[in-house]
């Protein structure tokens, strides 16, 4: 959430429900090319349950509730003396020293849980009243006084006789309280943090780059499950359900019975089975509300104003949970589009002797390396 600037070597780091993740990048021959890597798997308390937007199943039962993101009890605390501050710092400090990370300067994500995002519709005026106009437009949305939100905005692309009529801006905001809980982070770890911006750009940047379609990227995590539509290489909506991996870790252990510790270990065990060797309803409690929430996210898009004639052509799935041959298998039947795990290592120079490590840990790398390539890019 600040001036975009390009440099020669870029470290982008990813704090998630599951752990950190972190690339950097250097610039070589004009290409991004691999420096190093970590990841450090631990349960993080990161997301803000009062940021999340409804469900299909909530809408329906709560036609008036979709703009209801007032304060709840679950709320993850921002405040300035954060007890988590200290600790992720630890944590970040220690894979940066294993990893021999040289850059100092990060580009962090902000979990979709945190990140207010809508398209606002404004009549033409003067370049230098814009911010006057969206903070305007946005101010009644927010989940806060906008005094409490840093708030940016970029202009979406559109055709003469569209851009003729009205401005489409993308605007994201999110909690100044939690801006500084991100750049506190960083600071008491060594680094400095130059830049903050969604998963959704980043992810737009290391699975989508130059490709204009109209595209899906599912990205399944640990905790939830982010749906965002792509739409002439700008990230245009997203939508989050509190359904993730962890689910599936929970079914797995009950029907086995074991301790935590050797969960993670089933779980990458399945992934690696043939799909006719794993039990259809292992995953349905996973798939079936992913399935659902893809078919509202089209719909929702489809009919908006201007995107009625076009057509979604293909889903990209990301995240550590989306490995399982099971859940691909099961939402290419639903739709009649190309569905496929996406390369985040695509756009990066690396040595080919990695490529097997690189590819198995490669979803779960999708927002960190999206977030390293910004500024080489």
């Known amino acids: 959430m600040s001036k975009f600037k390009k440099t020669d070597s870029t470290l982008g780091v990813d704090i998630g429900a599951n752990g950190i993740k972190l690339v950097e990048l250097h610039k070589s021959k004009g290409r991004p090319q691999l420096w190093t890597y970590a990841l ?31 304060q ?14 200290e600790e992720y710092a630890k944590l970040l400090k220690l894979a940066v020293e294993k990893a021999n990370v040289q850059a100092r300067h990060v ?10 995002h809508a398209i606002v519709n404004l009549p033409l005026v003067d370049d230098k009243e814009l911010e ?8 009644k949305m927010l ?32 909690p100044k309280t939690t801006v500084k809980f991100y750049t506190d982070i960083f600071q008491k770890a060594g680094l400095r943090l130059d830049e903050l911006e969604t998963e959704a750009f ?43 991996g962890n689910v599936l870790g929970a079914i797995i252990q009950q029907k086995v019975g074991l301790e935590d510790g050797f969960i993670s270990t089933i779980k990458t065990d399945v992934s690696k089975l043939r799909l006719d060797q794993v039990p259809a309803d292992l995953f349905s409690k ?53 569905v496929f795990i996406g390369d985040p290592w695509a756009r990066v120079v690396y040595q080919q002797g990695l490529k097997s490590l690189l590819d198995d840990i490669g979803p779960q790398m999708s ?4 977030l390293a390539l910004r500024g080489l890019v």
Do not use: W
């Not at 989940?143 to 993308?170: A, F, H």
């Open 143 to 174: 989940p806060k006084p906008i005094e409490q939100m840093q708030v940016v905005y970029q202009v979406i692309p559109s055709d003469k006789e569209e851009k003729s009529k009205s401005i489409r801006t993308l605007v994201t905001a999110a």
């Open 40 to 70: 450090v798997g631990k349960p993080l308390n990161i997301h803000n349950d009062s940021m999340h937007e409804k469900t299909a199943e909530e809408l329906l039962r709560e036609k008036n509730s979709e703009g209801d993101l007032g």
């Open 72 to 85: 709840k009890k679950n709320e993850v605390p921002t405040e300035l003396n954060d007890p988590r501050v």
């Open 202 to 244: 980043a992810l737009e940047r290391s699975l989508v780059g130059v490709d204009k379609a109209t595209v899906m990227v599912v990205d399944i995590g640990a905790e939830r499950t982010n749906f965002f539509i792509m739409d002439d290489g700008f990230p245009i909506t997203h939508r989050s359900i509190q359904m993730g």
């Open 107 to 116: 580009t962090a994500s902000l979990p979709v849980s945190h990140v207010f």
């Open 286 to 338: 996973l798939v079936e509300p992913i399935i659902k929430e893809i078919k509202y996210s089209f719909d929702l898009f489809l009919h908006q104003t201007g995107n009625e004639s076009k057509k979604p052509e293909k889903i990209i799935l990301t995240g550590g949970s989306c490995v399982f041959p099971s859940i691909r298998e099961a939402i290419s039947k639903e739709f009649s589009m190309k």
């Open 132 to 139: 006057y106009h969206v903070n305007a437009k946005v101010k």
């Open 367 to 370: 927002v960190s390396i999206g």
